[in-house]
């Protein structure tokens, strides 16, 4: 099976999701499918303005594909201007049970490893990701 194609990332928070608008014009999100495996390219721009009021972590859903429950089989890299410093940012599968979502960690210097919160993202905003999953059958 091979595919090609768009989709839509939203933004959203880990407790409530909030309202974090896109700058359509300058947000792209593409996924190539070879067989299970699914590679994406992405660069999301918030809007000049955003509602936010989202809580907790920060959540990507809208994946093309949802991955099967349970499986943490993400391989890929994050750059931001998400105003969250001193830690690398990178993309796990969100084990809550949404199977086309994904969080956002964040790793220090020191190793440890630590949820984005989605009070980080605001106006103006960019992230960009490029990274590969393993779809259920």
Request: proline content about 3%; charged content about 10%; hydrophobic content about 35%.
């Amino acid at each position: 099976h091979y595919e090609e194609g768009t989709f839509t990332p939203v933004l959203i928070g880990g407790g409530t999701a909030g309202t974090y608008e896109l700058n359509s014009e300058t947000t792209s999100a593409t996924y190539t499918r070879i067989g299970r495996q699914v590679f994406i390219e992405l660069i999301v721009n918030t809007a000049s303005s955003v509602t936010g009021g989202g809580d907790n972590y920060l959540r990507m859903t809208g994946l093309p594909f949802n991955y099967p429950a349970g499986v943490k089989n993400v391989q890929g890299t994050v750059d931001s201007t998400v105003g969250y410093t001193g830690v690398t940012l990178f993309m796990v599968q969100d084990a809550s049970g949404a199977n086309n979502s994904m969080l956002f960690l964040g790793r220090a210097a020191d190793g440890t490893h630590t949820n984005v919160p989605v009070s980080s993202l605001g106006a103006s905003k960019q992230i960009r990701a490029s990274f590969s999953y393993v779809t259920a059958l």
